[in-house]
T-cell receptor, first 113, second 115 residues
Framework: AQSVTQPDIHITVSEGASLELRCNYS??????LFWYVQSPGQGLQLLLK??????LVQGIKGFEAEFKRSQSSFNLRKPSVHWSDAAEYFCAVGSYQGGKLIFGQGTELSVKP | DGGITQSPKYLFRKEGQNVTLSCEQNLNHDAMYWYRQDPGQGLRLIYY???????QKGDIAEGYSVSREKKESFPLTVTSAQKNPTAFYLC??????????????FGDGTRLSIL
């Protein structure tokens, strides 16, 4: 069955430091992968997506993610974190049933001044 | 601007009462989805619809009902059979593709609480 695991429930980084959020998926074919961000009390906003092609994907707000098929991973990175990046981040994979997405449990990011 | 509108933002339910959450989109998307979000549990799919007058149960459909009479609208009713309805409810929509998945666009959510 398809699944998504985000191993880190909560991460704290200092402002200006680099960030990497982990995402591992289970999927039998070439996956469609997404990263979303959610501010408190808000909906989810798409950061980036991977469908095929270049395994390094650029997104909004300076985020990027790298698809590694051999490791079944799609980790999200940012070279320098800003206080406004504090939020919850969700990784998702497209399911075999067209349109549905399977979400990970989320990683809450806190940013220290 | 195109988007998804959920209303109300906050909703309170009394014991034994049914309540309906509204979701409207003007993105011309065929597919719409309802998720429930609880702390530490991510998003769980309640119902989804890929075309007007058709919908399918998600992973946690018990105690909920939906309708899809118009492409733009996908209301969710939380019935009295749902014993633990307190949660944050998110509506989403997307383009439908036969192969693969397009990104889902989300509304700002409705927070439902029990009185």
């Amino acid at each position: 069955a398809q699944s998504v695991t985000q191993p880190d429930i909560h991460i704290t980084v200092s402002e200006g430091a680099s960030l990497e959020l982990r995402c591992n998926y289970s999927y039998g074919a070439t996956p469609y992968l997404f990263w979303y961000v959610q501010s408190p009390g808000q909906g989810l906003q798409l950061l980036l997506k991977y469908f095929s092609g270049d395994t390094l994907v650029q997104g909004i707000k300076g985020f990027e993610a790298e698809f590694k098929r051999s490791q079944s991973s799609f980790n999200l990175r940012k070279p320098s974190v800003h206080w406004s990046d504090a939020a919850e981040y969700f990784c998702a994979v497209g399911s075999y049933q067209g349109g549905k997405l399977i979400f990970g449990q989320g990683t809450e990011l806190s940013v220290k001044p | 601007d195109g988007g998804i509108t959920q209303s109300p933002k906050y909703l309170f339910r009394k014991e034994g009462q049914n309540v309906t959450l509204s979701c409207e989109q003007n993105l011309n998307h065929d597919a719409m989805y309802w998720y429930r979000q609880d702390p530490g549990q991510g998003l769980r799919l309640i119902y989804y619809s890929q075309i007007v007058n058709d919908f399918q149960k998600g992973d946690i459909a018990e105690g909920y009902s939906v309708s899809r009479e118009k492409k733009e609208s996908f209301p969710l009713t939380v019935t009295s059979a749902q014993k633990n309805p307190t949660a944050f409810y998110l509506c989403a929509s997307s383009i439908v593709e036969v192969w693969g998945n397009q990104p889902q666009h989300f509304g700002d959510g409705t927070r439902l609480s029990i009185l």
